[in-house]
């Protein structure tokens, strides 16, 4: 038991990001963040057993974490989207981002990515945290083409959103 307890210990540990970065993305309230963090930790946990290493670990901790998320989001309508400007890709994201250094700006950013879907929010979390067209559909479950246009389709909605708040 204690061998198993240590390699799981050992995947927190090394995975620990993407589940701060999907709890930091889910959640607004400092409370909250620590309430999503120990309920995808518990869900790991809970999950472990099953893990047959079909997929990369990370995959597997994406895909836990998320659903996790999209399920406490549910039952916390009244947070707000929160994500740290750190995590967006400057190089291939939005380039009205990266003319405008503004902070009113970012925050019409946070508002407009608060109004994607669930699905679409985790879509572009893993697109802005680097992950391939593949593993964006290993871990949601949608096929890679379904993901590409997504992406694009997601991008387009967020700029247009931008506009009519702008």
Same mark, same amino acid.
């Given at each position: 038991?204690?061998?198993?307890?240590?390699?799981f210990? %050992?995947? /927190?540990e090394?995975? $620990?990001?993407?589940?701060? !970065?999907?709890?930091?993305?889910?959640?607004? &309230?400092? +409370?909250?963040?620590?309430?999503l963090?120990?309920?995808?930790?518990?869900?790991?946990w809970?999950?472990?057993k099953?893990?047959?290493g079909?997929?990369?670990?990370?995959?597997?901790?994406?895909?836990?974490?998320?659903?996790?998320?999209?399920n406490?989001?549910?039952?916390?309508?009244? %947070?707000? /989207?929160?994500?740290? $400007?750190?995590?967006?890709? !400057?190089?291939?994201?939005?380039?009205?981002? &990266?003319? +405008?250094d503004?902070?009113?700006?970012?925050?019409?950013?946070?508002?407009?990515?608060?109004?994607?879907?669930?699905?679409?929010?985790?879509?572009?979390?893993?697109?802005?945290?680097?992950?391939s067209?593949?593993?964006?559909?290993?871990i949601?479950?949608?096929?890679?083409?379904?993901?590409?246009?997504?992406?694009s389709? $997601?991008?387009?909605?967020? !700029?247009n959103?931008?506009?009519?708040?702008?």
């Amino acid at each position: 038991m204690t061998d198993h307890k240590d390699q799981f210990l %050992d995947i /927190l540990e090394k995975n $620990i990001g993407i589940i701060l !970065k999907i709890s930091r993305a889910y959640t607004t &309230i400092a +409370q909250d963040r620590e309430d999503l963090i120990n309920d995808i930790t518990l869900e790991l946990w809970k999950s472990f057993k099953s893990f047959n290493g079909n997929s990369k670990i990370s995959t597997w901790v994406y895909r836990v974490a998320l659903n996790t998320a999209m399920n406490y989001k549910r039952g916390k309508k009244h %947070d707000s /989207l929160f994500f740290s $400007i750190n995590e967006f890709k !400057k190089d291939d994201s939005f380039p009205w981002l &990266i003319e +405008q250094d503004n902070s009113s700006d970012i925050e019409v950013l946070y508002q407009c990515i608060n109004e994607l879907n669930e699905i679409n929010k985790a879509i572009i979390l893993l697109y802005l945290d680097g992950n391939s067209h593949d593993e964006i559909s290993d871990i949601t479950g949608i096929s890679r083409t379904n993901v590409g246009t997504r992406i694009s389709r $997601i991008k387009e909605q967020i !700029k247009n959103l931008v506009v009519t708040k702008n």
